[in-house]
């Protein structure tokens, strides 16, 4: 009996104790819950665009954790159509579905991609070209090409808000911004020119008062440039801005420094890249660097051509081919070339720039051969080849035409030239390579 009663007394001893252990086990499980909330909770990103929540975009980021920090990566054709956007594979101006180019396009600009390359090309609808350098090289991944904020806030013309972690980001459109600012500032008449509201990016607003145009800061609320000038255009990539003042135009910096002086009749981005404009002086043309320099005077009949009928050349610049040579035409009609510094590099002896000729079916007008940096030129109905350097690689009165045809097989455009009345087809790059040129 004794033994019986110690048997009680030694469990109704343990009790309390195990009552303490399941209470403590609550106790730590609460805790851990609750933890567990807040963790979620601090775990969810929570995405705004214009003051409006959207979790679309939530479900298409990418965050790259390295020793670094975290880097946000977004999928460049997922995010155009909830930007407002359409998007497309490949080449803007040649059509194909090559995965290593993407394309984005708005009422008012495209703006084109590449696989490993940290150049984004942006083209408006008066076919002025912007090449802006990003924060990093576009990626693949997945099958998808992506970019960092920085690349989609050039692109799609919008500003991020991020904190720290990307745990809530807020996206502002650039009519949303504009609408903002104009409301708290009281601002009544503005330039609602595409390229002239990009301006807000850098805190800027081109106003008009009484017919005048000015710009302001947003931030201080205080004029930058003063509301005396006839026009106002923006300059989005050195953002400076060309003025016009009795009739006449120059480049006044952000900062109110006289760049170009009022002298000329127009003055045109011509290559934003390396720093030129085309300016037009008494109906002719020239060139001035970035630095309001005279390169080229303003004494040539025109300067650049038309590239519509060359699309297949890739190429973008009707007025610097290769990234490299100007074409000039001078009083008399003929062209000659000069290079980004300046320095004429050919005299003025040809009689076209391109090939004008298709001898063959499915073929296309070549311009240029880029593999080998040459330009395709027209002397007295005949066809040359020069180099950037403008040593000419082909007699005169030789070649009949210069084309290219498209591989079926490598899907990859082919050049050739053709002699003595397309007799005989020389393929120009096995040609060059050949030669070792």
């Given at each position: 009996m004794e033994l019986y009663d110690e048997n009680i007394n030694e469990k109704k001893s343990k009790i309390?104790?195990?009552?303490?252990?399941?209470?403590?086990?609550?106790?730590?499980?609460?805790?851990?819950i609750?933890?567990?909330?807040?963790?979620?909770?601090?775990?969810?990103?929570?995405?705004?665009?214009?003051?409006?929540?959207?979790?679309?975009?939530?479900?298409i980021l990418y965050i790259e954790s390295t020793e670094q920090g975290s880097q946000l990566y977004i999928p460049i054709l997922k995010i155009a159509p909830i930007l407002g956007?359409?998007?497309?594979?490949?080449?803007?101006?040649?059509?194909?579905?090559d995965k290593?180019?993407?394309?984005?396009?708005?009422?008012?600009?495209?703006?084109?991609?590449?696989?490993?390359?940290?150049?984004?090309?942006?083209v408006a609808q008066n076919s002025e070209i912007e090449y802006v350098t990003l924060d990093k090289a576009v990626f693949e991944k997945n099958g998808e090409l992506y970019t960092t904020i920085d690349g989609i806030e050039n692109a799609f013309n919008v500003m991020f808000s991020v904190d720290e972690g990307f745990k809530?980001?807020?996206?502002?459109?650039?009519?949303?911004?504009?609408?903002?600012?104009?409301?708290?500032?009281?601002?009544?008449?503005?330039?609602?020119?595409?390229?002239?509201?990009?301006?807000?990016?850098?805190?800027?607003?081109?106003?008009?008062?009484?017919?005048?145009?000015?710009?302001?800061?947003?931030?201080?609320?205080?004029?930058?440039?003063?509301?005396?000038?006839?026009?106002?255009?923006?300059?989005p990539v050195t953002t400076d801005f060309v003025v016009k003042s009795n009739g006449k135009y120059g480049i006044v910096t952000k900062d109110a420094t006289v760049k170009v002086k009022t002298l000329y009749d127009n003055i045109q981005t011509m290559d934003n890249q390396n720093g030129?404009?085309?300016?037009?002086?008494?109906?002719?043309?020239?060139?001035?660097n970035i630095n309001g320099d005279t390169i080229i005077e303003p004494e040539y009949k025109q300067i650049g051509i038309d590239i519509d009928r060359y699309t297949q050349n890739g190429v973008e610049n009707s007025f610097v081919l290769l990234n490299e040579i100007i074409p000039i035409k001078n009083n008399e009609g003929l062209w000659g070339f000069f290079n980004i510094k300046g320095e004429k590099i050919t005299d003025f002896?040809?009689?076209?720039?391109?090939?004008?000729?298709?001898?063959?079916?499915?073929?296309?007008?070549?311009?240029v051969v880029p593999s080998h940096r040459i330009i395709v030129v027209e002397k007295d109905k005949y066809y040359t080849l020069i180099t950037s350097s403008g040593e000419q690689l082909v007699p005169d009165n030789t070649l009949n035409s210069v084309y290219i045809k498209s591989n079926l097989t490598t899907e990859k455009n082919e050049f050739f030239m053709t002699y003595h009345n397309n007799e005989k087809v020389i393929n120009i790059e096995e040609w060059l390579e050949s030669t070792e040129r």
């Open positions: 309390p104790m195990i009552i303490g252990i399941c209470i403590a086990i609550l106790i730590v499980l609460t805790i851990l609750i933890f567990g909330i807040i963790y979620l909770k601090n775990s969810i990103t929570t995405i705004e665009i214009d003051g409006i929540s959207n979790n679309k975009i939530e479900e956007y359409e998007g497309f594979n490949g080449d803007y101006l040649n059509k194909s579905e290593t180019k993407c394309h984005i396009i708005s009422e008012n600009e495209i703006a084109m991609f590449t696989k490993d390359s940290d150049k984004l090309i942006k809530n980001i807020s996206i502002f459109s650039m009519d949303y911004l504009i609408n903002y600012w104009t409301t708290h500032l009281k601002i009544e008449e503005y330039s609602e020119e595409f390229t002239d509201k990009k301006a807000i990016f850098e805190n800027m607003i081109i106003i008009k008062n009484d017919n005048k145009y000015g710009v302001i800061d947003i931030e201080k609320g205080n004029a930058i440039l003063e509301s005396k000038y006839e026009q106002i255009r923006y300059l030129l404009y085309l300016v037009e002086q008494n109906g002719s043309f020239g060139v001035i002896k040809y009689t076209g720039v391109g090939c004008s000729t298709l001898p063959v079916s499915n073929s296309y007008a070549a311009l």
